[in-house]
């Protein structure tokens, strides 16, 4: 087998990170989905970490509801701009960096598995319940990840 280069590199490193998040993410929501009744809490840690199924209508972390169609539209666009990047950069012969890479991965993966639950239900199905914050789940973590991955490069470069 030939030796791959490190864009062929990169871009299965980026494929296998969001179709990773993706399948994660499939699972875990069907997971929950099946275990537990809508709006049932199991706790994991009392009053730290339950598993809550909930119905999020809005972005993530549960802002903004029912705003319908415009939550499938955004992430098209997200989906969109993020894979221009990565080709926009490999086309002009410019190396991203493997964390730009990972994040923009997870961000990928996440906003994948999430607009494949508004498409198919009309909602995202959330079960992380920290109790202090808003329900989420894999998908939201992933994007926030990814963002935080990010920022911080930002930074860190702008710092320098």
């Known amino acids: 087998m030939r ?3 490190r864009s062929q590199f990169d871009i299965l490193f980026s494929l296998i990170t969001t179709f990773s998040v993706i399948l994660i993410d499939r699972i875990t ?11 049932e809490s199991l706790p994991v840690m009392r009053n730290v970490l339950h598993m809550t199924l909930v119905h999020n209508t809005g972005i993530a972390f549960g802002f903004f509801k029912d705003q319908g169609i415009v939550f499938i539209v955004i992430p098209i666009i ?5 894979v221009f990047n990565i080709y926009y950069y490999r086309q002009n012969n410019e190396a991203l960096s493997r964390v730009y890479i ?9 906003a994948i598995g999430n607009l494949i639950d508004r498409i198919v239900y009309g909602y995202v199905i959330d079960f992380i319940d920290f109790r202090i914050w808003p329900v989420f789940n894999i998908a939201d973590s992933a994007i926030t990840v990814g963002a935080i ?5 930002c930074f ?5």
């Open 78 to 82: 997200a989906i969109f701009l993020l």
């Open 149 to 153: 991955m990010i920022a911080f490069k």
């Open 3 to 5: 030796d791959l280069t």
């Open 102 to 110: 990972v994040a923009f991965s997870l961000i990928l993966g996440g």
């Open 29 to 39: 929501k069907i997971f929950f989905s099946d275990l537990l009744a809508y709006g």
């Open 156 to 160: 860190r470069l702008s710092a320098k």
